[in-house]
Structures are given as C-alpha cells and as structure tokens.
C-alpha cells in the first residue's frame, strides 16, 4: 500500500471567463460569456450565463438576440495564457510533480505530501485551492484519487460540491463509479457511450463488472487501460515533461470584411508575431509555415511552404509567407479573417550551426525577437508591433509602437 498513488487535478473553473472577472471585478455575479471572436460563438460561460440558458458553441449573433441580458467579451489568449502559466506556477511549487493537461488542467502528484505538510488529501486540496484564488485570483475544482481518470471524474463531482472539492478514496471509489454515467468517463465520451449502451453497459460501475477478454475485443487496449485506471490501477502516470506541440496557429475574424491587401499583411503580421512569440516561449524554431485565408462567403484557402532554415523570427517568416498571400489574394474578393500555421519544430537546443548562413543577421534577429517578447512581458501585447503605414506607398515592414503608448 505505500506505493499507492493519490493524484489530484486541479481544473479551472470557466477559466476564460474567470480571467476577464480577475482583469475586470465589475464582472463578478453577472452573467458572462466569452466568445471566440466578433463572428465567432460562445466558449465559456459563468454561472448565471448558465442559469440563464446560453448554450456553449451558440454562434454570436443568436446569443445576442436570445440572450440580450448577456455580457459578451471576445476572447484574448494572449492574457488567459499569461493567467494560467501563473495557476501552473503555484502547482509546480507546491509539488514537484506536475503534469499541465491543457491551459485550464493539471494533474498535481500529492503522493507523500500529506507527510510533508502534515495534512491529510482535503486538507491539502483546500490549501491548494485557496492559494490560487489568493495568489492567481481564479477559482478552481479539484479532484483526487488514485489515478488520472478517477481524479479526473472526482473533479467533475466536485463541481456540485459547496467547496468544489471531491476526494475519491478506496472506501469512495465503488460509489463514484456508479453514478457516472459511461459517457462521463474521460476516454470514452458520446459516441462510444452509444455505443456501450447498447450493450447494456450505462455506468462506469457497469463497465468494470466486464471481463477483459470481452473488453479487450470490442474496444482495443484502450479499452483495458480505462478499465485498469477505474479500478485505481495507475497505467498512465503523471508526467512533467514537456511535450511539443505538433502546431501553432493564430488567426481571427476581421471586425469588417476586407479586400484590402496591405489590411491582410497587417493582421497577418500580427498572427506571425503571437505565432513566433509562442515558438520561443517553447524554445523551438519552425520550418514550414501556412497561410489560412477565409473568404465572407465562408471559402476557406490554404497553401503551405517550407522554409529553407528553421526560424522563430516574425520578418523572416513575413518574407516568406507574404508572396504567398499576394498570390492567393484576389481584389475582388472580400474576406472575413487570415491566419497562420507554424508546423515541424526544431528544439533550438539541438539546432545545428550553419558553417555558410545566408541570414549575417541572423544572431541579431533572435536577440530582437527576445527583446520583444520582454517588452511585452512587461508592457502588455503587440507594445511593439509590424505594420504598413500607408496603403498607397510600396510595402516596407517595420515596427510601430502603439499610438496610445507614444
């Protein structure tokens, strides 16, 4: 028994719209949505903006019109990015095993800790708890129990909970499993939970009763690693290394249709400084890069190029992707939103030296680039940006500084 694992996830509650009432407490106890961007729907919503009826993924326009008493804010990652490497920050210091799931979840180790802090697993819950909303100012549910999956449907109950606290022990895991319904179960979700039923199957507490030769036939290993993790055997144990990402985008909707092409170059550039600010956050360099261009009627194009050497330079990548966009764009044609594609990472710690570079500036690019990311760090997003000061006059790219900020 004392290499039981007791593991927690710590997920935010409605983090967008958290982040917004943390940047604007005016928000707290009203109904909030946050939605992908002036065309697009609704991706978090608060409290009373449940209570109200607002379904998440309602386009704009119908939210507005159905729910009028609605405050609706378009998203901004860029801060929600910066909130939640805070939230992450106070999980990695209070335990040195921390796997960040996504930008709102984490899977927190509390194994041993309990010795360490002298307190038991609620205990240690709530004083993780209180300290992000202390410290980060976001409010957070937490699961635990004896592995991913079991912590991960902890979480969940806890929800419903007065302290947004569920632990899930060996006494308590039988009386969890059944009262989740199977599509509940992290791994399975709609589609299979149809299908599962059909054979009977409509609790997780149903589904471990299966034999595995039965499991195994119809769902794969897959299906057994569910089973296992249920049944409190760790099969996939928390990780704290960092994974790359198989991409990076940014793109979003123009606030009025476009067929402006220096107006394109403009939002464009703006995606490629967020891509590539991202792409030193990780400490890697690119080497292909796409051009996403949608039209008002929905039309969407893309075209893709590889660059000769890898790159986490904004007017590098701008060279290159601009003769693209002069090649896809027609004036006749009114688009909605642009966007870029970053793929085929290289860590820069394992970047080979060119012994001919054809870029002599190369090495102060990478210092500029960081020199923006810290301006930033400190002053806020797109401080200093690229851009094209006249449409009339041929294009040459530079950084302007934001007139409110001059």
Avoid at 63 to 77: R, T
Avoid at 143 to 165: E, F, N, Q, W
Avoid at 249 to 264: A, E, G, Q
Wanted: charged share 25%; hydrophobic share 35%.
């Amino acid at each position: 028994m004392s290499n039981q694992k007791y593991i927690a996830l710590i997920d935010c509650d409605s983090f967008f719209v958290s982040c917004e009432r943390k940047l604007n407490p005016e928000l707290n106890g009203v109904p909030v949505s946050v939605v992908s961007g002036e065309r697009g729907c609704v991706i978090s919503r608060s409290r009373e903006a449940k209570l109200l009826g607002v379904p998440m993924g309602i386009p704009l326009f119908q939210a507005v019109e159905k729910y009028p008493e609605c405050i609706y804010i378009s998203a901004n990652h860029y801060n929600y990015t910066k909130i939640s490497q805070s939230v992450m920050s106070i999980l990695k210091s209070f335990s040195p095993n921390v796997e960040v799931y996504s930008i709102d979840e984490a899977f927190v180790d509390f194994t041993g800790l309990t010795k360490l802090y002298k307190k038991n697993y609620y205990k240690l819950a709530l004083e993780l708890k209180e300290r992000i909303a202390n410290e980060a100012g976001i409010p957070v549910s937490i699961g635990v129990s004896r592995t991913k999956t079991l912590a991960k449907l902890a979480s969940d109950k806890s929800k419903s909970t007065r302290d947004r606290i569920r632990i899930a022990g060996k006494a308590s895991i039988r009386e969890l499993l059944e009262k989740t319904e199977i599509q509940e179960v992290w791994g399975i979700g709609r589609k299979l939970g149809v299908k599962l039923r059909g054979h009977g199957i409509r609790t997780a507490y149903d589904y471990v009763q299966k034999d595995d030769k039965w499991i195994k036939t119809r769902f794969g290993k897959n299906g057994l690693t569910i089973k296992a993790e249920l049944l409190g055997v760790v099969v996939s144990p928390i990780s704290n290394e960092v994974e790359l990402p198989k991409s990076i985008s940014d793109t979003k909707s123009f606030p009025d249709f476009s067929s402006d092409l220096n107006y394109l170059k403009n939002e464009l550039s703006i995606h490629i400084h967020a891509s590539c600010a991202r792409l030193r956050r990780i400490n890697c360099k690119c080497r292909s890069v796409g051009l996403i261009l949608k039209t008002k009627d929905f039309r969407t194009f893309y075209e893709k190029i590889q660059l000769k050497v890898p790159t986490d330079f904004e007017f590098e990548i701008s060279r290159a992707v601009f003769p693209l966009l002069e090649q896809m764009f027609s004036a006749n044609t009114l688009y909605r939103s642009i966007g870029i594609v970053l793929e085929e990472f290289n860590s820069c710690e394992q970047e080979q030296l060119l012994l001919f570079d054809e870029n002599p500036k190369r090495e102060q690019n990478e210092q500029l680039g960081k020199s923006l990311d810290k301006l930033e760090q400190k002053f806020g997003r797109n401080i200093v940006r690229t851009g094209f000061v006249n449409k009339n006059v041929p294009f040459k790219q530079g950084f302007l500084t934001k007139p409110q900020d001059v």
